[in-house]
């Protein structure tokens, strides 16, 4: 089926041209939606838009832990290109144990996947660069139906293709992307063979040194990873960092040492509080790796005849990975995909997804400058902040909680939902800090409403708005701690 499908669609002559162009498309990724799509059931697949650019030509057996790709090819025969689709997790329990199998192994080594069947990758250079191995054994054995497929869509005059996975089959091809680089910086694959990646909703693959040599391999706009910024998955796996996870060159190797040579009340006071703020972390590091390594394999070895685990990496420090584009969910997404509690991945599937990207507008970058009022200026009304098991409803059943933007003054008013209360603004950019010496009125305030609230904007560090101006998302690290709607 697949020689004699791409003899069909290819036109011969066309060797050595090559078409793929860096940086972000948004019509390329709408159409690779549509490619990742396909994988579903055939209810979900008829309510979704087709390709319109590509062929399908080659769906691969059920491999590994419930793992599947399809080859498309591009229908213009004049701009030859291939899309490798990576699937994303199935409602199959062993699709699952993929993800669940979550403590890191080293970014280079070798898996044994059978009594004589090894797998030798290098994903990264660095020692220190570690990765999913539930992830990468499903990278592995995939990988195995994908390389001769490549041979021959480069010996009919294919030399582009995409990378395109979403969910779990976004955090395999990460994966993949390293492999496949690091392939051909070893001769093993043609150099003219040209990769770009799209990553879409994918989790964290990696530790923070993996997540370098990725960005440095394709920071010239030849890899992407594509968030909806109301979908929990991206920020998973749960990532703990311990003071192993930082460069050598650090103010902590010599901590104790430090601790040591102080005078003895503070030689003590200090050493509790250095084991209180680190012994935490690496027990529960070492849980993380004996239930999510240790046990998590002892379901893989019934399901992958031979395979035996590799020794894992001491670390479980993931961290969100590639250049980023954010699908920013703004009001008018949340009316057509509210939050729910029963249904987890109601902004995790390719419809929202696509309709975000639909409304993407790259030409509005939000730059806060010149004369115009700004984006953020003026009031903005709370409807969702993270942390509570109390619908937001019942935790503000009187007033919600608002803020009121002076950027002339740098200064921030509102209320609690309760109380009254203004105080300083630092902002910088996209990066905001909410002072914790505001003034405030002291009514009373019943439940805990009034604490969460001020307690997260204390955790803020940064704040995206939305392209319609409308959403307001204060956020902490990677994650969105509150939404605001204009007033």
Not at 69 to 96: F, I, Q
Request: charged residues 20%.
């Amino acid at each position: 089926m697949f020689t004699l499908g791409l003899a069909f669609l290819l036109l011969p002559g066309r060797a050595s041209a090559q078409y793929l162009q860096p940086g972000f498309d948004k019509v390329e990724y709408i159409e690779l939606l549509k490619v990742s799509a396909a994988f579903g059931d055939s209810a979900y697949v008829a309510t979704f838009p087709k390709p319109e650019r590509y062929d399908f030509v080659y769906r691969s057996p059920v491999v590994g832990l419930d793992n599947r790709w399809d080859l498309w090819v591009a229908k213009d025969k004049t701009r030859p290109t291939a899309v490798v689709s990576l699937r994303g997790t199935t409602a199959n329990s062993v699709s699952w144990l993929g993800n669940f199998y979550a403590a890191m192994v080293p970014a280079k080594g070798e898996l044994t996947l059978g009594e004589k069947d090894t797998f030798p990758y290098e994903l990264a250079t660095n020692p220190a660069a570690a990765v999913h191995v539930g992830w990468l054994v499903s990278m592995a054995i995939l990988s195995r139906d994908i390389r001769p497929k490549l041979d021959s869509c480069y010996r009919t005059g294919i030399h582009d293709f995409i990378l395109m996975g979403h969910s779990q089959g976004g955090a395999i091809n990460y994966l993949l992307t390293a492999y496949l680089y690091n392939l051909q910086k070893k001769g093993e694959l043609p150099a003219d063979l040209r990769f770009k990646t799209y990553c879409s909703a994918g989790p964290k693959p990696g530790n923070l040194y993996f997540a370098y040599d990725y960005e440095a391999a394709t920071q010239a706009g030849w890899a992407y990873n594509v968030v909806n910024s109301a979908d929990w998955v991206p920020e998973v796996p749960l990532s703990i960092q311990t003071l192993d996870d930082f460069n050598v060159t650090n103010p902590f190797v010599g901590a104790k040492g430090i601790i040591k040579k102080q005078k003895f009340p503070n030689r003590v006071a200090l050493k509790y509080v250095y084991n209180r703020l680190s012994k935490p972390s690496r027990r529960a590091q070492k849980n993380y790796q004996k239930y999510l390594g240790n046990i998590a394999s002892g379901l893989v070895q019934k399901n992958i005849a031979g395979y035996t685990p590799s020794e894992y990496y001491n670390s479980n420090n993931y961290v969100r990975t590639g250049n980023t584009i954010v699908l920013l969910a703004d009001a008018d997404y949340y009316q057509k995909f509210p939050d729910s509690a029963e249904k987890v991945f109601t902004h995790h599937f390719h419809p929202p997804y696509l309709y975000l990207a639909q409304k993407l507008d790259l030409n509005n970058t939000n730059s806060e400058t010149g004369n115009a009022p700004t984006p953020l200026e003026g009031t903005w009304e709370a409807n969702y902040v993270m942390g509570s098991p109390t619908p937001f409803a019942e935790l503000y059943p009187n007033k919600k909680p608002a803020l009121v933007f002076d950027l002339a003054e740098k200064r921030v008013s509102g209320n609690t939902g309760c109380n009254q209360f203004s105080g300083p603004l630092v902002r910088d950019g996209k990066k905001i800090q909410f002072s914790d010496q505001m003034t405030m009125t002291r009514m009373f305030c019943p439940g805990g409403g009034e604490t969460l609230f001020l307690k997260t904007l204390n955790s803020v560090n940064s704040y995206a708005i939305s392209p319609d101006g409308t959403t307001l998302s204060l956020i902490g690290g990677d994650v969105a701690l509150m939404r605001l709607t204009k007033k």
